[in-house]
């Protein structure tokens, strides 16, 4: 599993099941049975969970206590998440449970695959986990679904339905749980990493649409070069930086803008842009192996191997291993990490747009960039914005991580709050991109001003295609007038249609030099 793989899968693209899968999950289903039939106190099979793990569970009762399990734990609140946001979640799952290691029988697997496959996403509430042991409520939220019970979206109506109705208009037989199969279900981290798929995909954008953007404001300021000088990087190899520089030169090739000589030296948010930027790419390298190592993880308690493979002697049973592999530190420090950075391009972002409103500084250009201040006010309001973003950011990026708490009576006595790492990254991110809309509107009117007042105004070539469709979407104002579809159109320009973004594999890739 990839993030691209994951994107199209909540997109809506179907799951298919190799025969080499039915075997792993056969031969994994198959030694559960067996642990059944010996009625020897096993984990999550014949016992009770978390604190009531010594109470044993007789043969009779053993459907009823995966039943429960679900119906206890779906106990998420808040707003539901977004149905495409929950197939990343339900792919995820089905992933983890593909590998043989959980004990899922093959009915309820099969039910859960075709359940994805109609398009149809049980009600997932967005609050509610701790992050270990797994994301308990979100995922008991999708098995509550695909056991016919409570709501599940109907992609027909676009509504939540009860999920009986839901199953009947699509043919699709509720599961009925056998041993091991509840807990299979919602013992992992599929949560955190798919609703923080969002914010890496979102966030290696953010990073890809920087340099342009910061590129095309530097040329707006009439700025310099010399900081994105090869040999500069030279002298401080790290990988990001060198790279940042690398695609600004490409954008902005010698004696291609025009610069200013009454200031030889340019302010920190464009003199440092391959420092600031060159970090969030390092980083989001580092992040995307996490969380694709999380996405290609069992996370299940407890695991389930083959004796074969155990190093444990004088037993005929196979070994299941009760362990940890739910916790779920490494995506949320990942995706804590992640809001840190990619909120550095927000903030770098706020800094160049101040430089452009401030007739101190920004170079010739009217204060406010528009016509006649003072009975205009131009972008005055629209900096306000980006600076009231931001600091919700600055708030947001404290860590969810560095939090934990004492549950289940003790038994969890260290959970990762990952749940919130993710939700928190994804408002980030949007913010972050908020902030760069606001930064390229800004920059599109700087231009449209520089143009007005000397016609032969320079700028380069490759960045002009990014001008051209701004100015189509924002034209120049003499007057104040109402930004907001402007400001809208270029939002959606940078999510899905600026130009010289790069590839989502390497976020350090560089297309736009070659």
């Known amino acids: 599993m990839t993030i691209e793989k994951l994107i199209a899968l909540g997109d809506g693209t179907p799951l298919s099941i190799s025969p080499e899968t039915i075997q792993r999950l056969q031969q994994s289903r198959d030694i559960v049975d067996r642990i059944v039939e010996s009625k020897v106190p096993?984990?999550?099979i014949n016992t009770g969970f978390g604190l009531m793990s010594h109470t044993n569970v007789s043969y009779s009762q053993l459907c009823d206590l995966q039943h429960n399990l679900i119906r206890s734990h779906a106990s998420?609140?808040?707003?539901?998440?977004?149905?495409?946001?929950?197939?990343?979640?339900?792919?995820?799952?089905?992933?983890?449970?593909?590998?043989?290691?959980?004990?899922?029988?093959?009915?309820?697997?099969?039910?859960l695959v075709d359940l994805f496959n109609t398009g149809c996403t049980p009600e997932v509430p967005s609050q509610g986990t701790v992050g270990a042991s797994g994301d308990l409520a979100p995922l008991a939220h999708i098995a509550l679904g695909l056991s016919g019970e409570g709501l599940i979206h109907n992609p027909r109506t676009n509504a939540f339905e009860p999920a009986p109705s839901v199953l009947r208009e699509y043919n699709?037989?509720?599961?009925?749980?056998?041993?091991?199969?509840?807990?299979?279900?919602?013992?992992?981290?599929?949560?955190?990493?798919?609703?923080?798929?969002?914010?890496?995909?979102?966030?290696?954008?953010?990073?890809?649409?920087?340099?342009?953007?910061?590129?095309?404001?530097?040329?707006?300021?009439?700025g310099?070069?010399?900081?994105?000088?090869?040999?500069?990087?030279?002298?401080?190899?790290?990988?990001?930086?060198?790279?940042?520089?690398?695609?600004?030169?490409g954008l902005v090739p010698p004696n291609s803008h025009t610069t200013?000589?009454?200031?030889?030296?340019?302010?920190?948010?464009l003199r440092c842009v391959p420092q600031i930027h060159g970090t969030v790419l390092e980083s989001l390298v580092s992040i995307r192996h996490t969380l694709e190592t999380e996405m290609n993880s069992s996370t299940d308690n407890p695991l389930i191997f083959d004796p074969a493979l155990c190093p444990i002697t004088n037993?005929?049973?196979?070994?299941?291993?009760?362990?940890?592999?739910?916790?779920?530190?490494?995506?949320?420090?990942?995706?804590?990490?992640?809001?840190?950075?990619?909120?550095?391009?927000?903030?770098?972002?706020?800094?160049?747009?101040?430089?452009?409103?401030?007739?101190?500084r920004n170079r010739g250009l009217p204060a406010f960039v528009v016509n006649n201040p003072g009975v205009n006010s131009?972008?005055?309001?629209?900096?306000?914005t980006a600076a009231a973003l931001d600091a919700e950011n600055r708030t947001l990026s404290m860590p969810a991580s560095a939090e934990t708490a004492n549950?289940?009576?003790?038994?969890?006595?260290?959970?990762?709050?990952?749940?919130?790492?993710?939700?928190?990254?994804?408002?980030?991110?949007?913010?972050?991109?908020?902030?760069?809309?606001?930064?390229?509107?800004?920059?599109?009117?700087?231009?449209?001003?520089?143009?007005?007042?000397?016609?032969?105004?320079?700028?380069?070539?490759?960045?002009?295609?990014?001008?051209?469709?701004?100015?189509?979407?924002?034209?120049?104002?003499?007057?104040?007038?109402?930004?907001?579809?402007?400001?809208?159109?270029?939002?959606?320009?940078?999510?899905?249609?600026?130009?010289?973004?790069?590839?989502?594999?390497?976020?350090?890739?560089?297309?736009?030099?070659?």
Not at 81 to 96: C, D, E, F, G, K
Not at 195 to 200: H, K, M
Not at 260 to 269: A, E, G, H, L
């Open 378 to 384: 131009g972008f005055m309001c629209w900096e306000l």
């Open 315 to 360: 037993t005929e049973l196979p070994c299941i291993i009760s362990a940890g592999n739910f916790h779920g530190e490494y995506p949320a420090k990942a995706l804590d990490t992640l809001a840190l950075y990619v909120g550095e391009l927000g903030r770098a972002s706020v800094a160049r747009s101040m430089l452009m409103i401030d007739p101190n």
């Open 224 to 249: 310099h070069m010399n900081a994105f000088d090869a040999r500069v990087h030279e002298c401080r190899p790290h990988v990001g930086s060198a790279t940042v520089a690398r695609i600004v030169r």
């Open 407 to 514: 549950t289940g009576a003790g038994k969890e006595d260290h959970v990762s709050m990952g749940g919130f790492s993710a939700r928190k990254a994804v408002q980030v991110v949007e913010n972050v991109q908020k902030m760069l809309a606001i930064e390229l509107l800004m920059t599109t009117h700087a231009l449209h001003t520089r143009f007005s007042n000397k016609p032969n105004f320079m700028i380069p070539k490759e960045l002009s295609r990014v001008f051209v469709d701004c100015a189509s979407m924002s034209p120049r104002m003499d007057d104040d007038r109402y930004l907001k579809t402007d400001y809208e159109a270029i939002l959606g320009y940078i999510q899905r249609d600026l130009p010289l973004k790069k590839n989502l594999v390497n976020p350090m890739s560089d297309s736009s030099s070659k």
């Open 76 to 111: 998420g609140v808040g707003e539901p998440l977004h149905p495409s946001v929950v197939r990343r979640i339900m792919a995820l799952r089905i992933n983890t449970l593909a590998r043989g290691k959980s004990g899922v029988s093959l009915d309820t697997f099969k039910k």
């Open 42 to 44: 096993t984990y999550g």
């Open 260 to 269: 200013t000589d009454k200031d030889v030296q340019d302010f920190y948010s």
């Open 172 to 222: 699709l037989e509720p599961a009925k749980f056998v041993a091991k199969d509840g807990l299979s279900l919602v013992n992992g981290t599929q949560f955190i990493t798919g609703v923080g798929s969002q914010a890496l995909e979102a966030g290696i954008i953010c990073a890809q649409v920087a340099q342009p953007i910061a590129a095309l404001t530097l040329v707006a300021l009439n």
